[in-house]
């Protein structure tokens, strides 16, 4: 016998991220055997679901200004115009209305923008209910090169792994 998973369906209305509940962390191989891991503030994010209770519509917002890798030179790093340039690009977003139900939760195809560039990223999400708000966990994999983030592959792995950890309140 194959067992199923069931994704929930989510109350209609708009949510709306608690920043101070929320995180992002990322993971990517550094010299090509290594891995570092980090975290970006989550700022803002919205999810707008339909009268029957799937997602339409999904806005996030990250501080990669704020990045924490746990190595503060590599974060200054990180910061310069040939990597994130991260004066002038602040902020990651990502911007989703094309929802699909899957046996794995819900994925969404957007776009998402970071240095001044786009690409198109999916990001699978499973919604859980508790109480008054959604936890929602979020994962994908950002390909830098598509963003023109460039460095030596060995320097810093192509794929990057994001999971995004949200909780969210009705508006």
Same mark, same amino acid.
């Given at each position: ?31 090509? @055997? %290594?891995? =570092?891991?980090?975290?970006?503030? &989550? *700022?803002a ?5 339909? /009268? ?50 899957g ?7 957007g776009?998402?923008? @970071? %240095?001044? =560039?786009?690409?198109q990223?999916? &990001? *699978? ?6 109480? /008054? ?39």
């Open positions: 016998m194959t067992a199923t998973r069931t994704v929930p369906l989510v109350d209609t209305g708009t949510w709306v991220v608690d920043p101070a509940r929320s995180t992002a962390t990322f993971t990517v191989s550094n010299f090509g @055997v %290594r891995a =570092v891991r980090g975290s970006v503030p &989550v *700022l994010g919205t999810v707008d679901v339909a /009268e029957d209770g799937r997602p339409r519509r999904l806005r996030a917002e990250l501080d990669l200004s704020a990045i924490d890798t746990g190595n503060r030179r590599r974060d200054a790093d990180l910061r310069k115009t040939d990597l994130l340039d991260l004066d002038a690009y602040p902020v990651l977003t990502y911007d989703a209305d094309d929802f699909e139900l046996p794995q939760g819900w994925s969404a195809r776009s998402l923008r @970071v %240095r001044g =560039v786009s690409c990223s999916a &990001v *699978l999400g499973v919604p859980a209910a508790t109480g /008054e708000s959604l936890h929602l966990v979020g994962t994908t994999v950002i390909d830098r090169i598509a963003l023109g983030v460039r460095a030596p592959r060995l320097l810093i792995g192509r794929y990057v792994s994001v999971v995004v950890d949200a909780w969210l309140d009705p508006a």
